[in-house]
């Protein structure tokens, strides 16, 4: 069965410092990865998402993130995190034979420190 | 840009009323969709709409249905809210051929 992994419910940093969240998947075949950012008391927005060729692909707001096949991760990464990016972060699979189905992670809470 | 609105950002309803979530979208797309938030389980699907008129259920269909008269919007329907059902709701819409969601901001709806 598919399914999405966040493992870390809640990640504090402190500002400036850098950020890795991450994400584990089980999918049958290579699917398509997104990372969803949620401010609070918003909807998701995109912040990036991996289809094929380059593992390493770049989003929105400086983040970037890392497809590792042999591991089935999809982890999310930033070098130097501002306090705007305290949000909750969500990790999703897409089937590539049905554009309807989506698998969301539980999310990770993400509160950034002076 | 595309835009998917929800209609109320936040609603409070009496357990046993008939509650209609609505949202709109923008972009002329195809597919439209459901789905509940709660913590620490991220988004489960409700329904989906894959055309005006057309529907399948998701995983947690239980206590929902759905209706598409117009392709630009896509309405969810408590028939008898239950305390159960309080939730942030996400609708998303999605084009034909493009596998990327788009979220509109969502509405939190406690059932008293």
């Known amino acids: 069965a598919q399914s999405v992994t966040q493992p870390d419910i809640h990640i504090t940093v402190s500002e400036g410092a850098s950020l890795e969240l991450r994400c584990n998947y089980s999918y049958g075949a290579t699917p398509y990865l997104f990372w969803y950012v949620q401010s609070p008391g918003q909807g998701l927005q995109l912040l990036l998402k991996?289809?094929?060729?380059?593992?390493l692909v770049q989003g929105i707001k400086g983040f970037e993130a890392e497809f590792k096949r042999s591991q089935s991760s999809f982890n999310l990464r930033k070098p130097s995190v501002h306090w705007s990016d305290a949000a909750e972060y969500f990790c999703?699979?897409?089937?590539?034979?049905?554009?309807?189905?989506?698998?969301f992670g539980s999310g990770t809470k993400l509160n950034v420190k002076p | 840009d595309v835009k998917v609105t929800q209609s109320s950002r936040y609603l409070v309803k009496r357990t046993g009323e008939k509650v209609f979530l609505e949202c709109v979208q923008d972009m002329d797309h195809e597919n439209m969709f459901w789905y509940r938030q709660d913590p620490g389980l991220g988004l489960r699907l409700i329904y989906f709409s894959y055309d005006v008129k057309m529907k399948e259920k998701g995983d947690i269909p239980e206590g929902y249905s759905v209706s598409r008269e117009k392709k630009e919007r896509f309405s969810l329907i408590l028939e008898s809210a239950s305390t159960n059902q309080t939730s942030m709701y996400l609708c998303?819409?999605?084009?034909?051929?493009?596998?990327?969601?788009?979220f509109g901001a969502g509405t939190r709806l406690s059932v008293l």
């Open positions: 998303a819409s999605r084009g034909t051929g493009e596998n990327i969601q788009y």
């Open positions: 991996y289809f094929s060729g380059d593992t």
């Open positions: 999703a699979v897409g089937a590539r034979d049905n554009f309807n189905k989506f698998y």
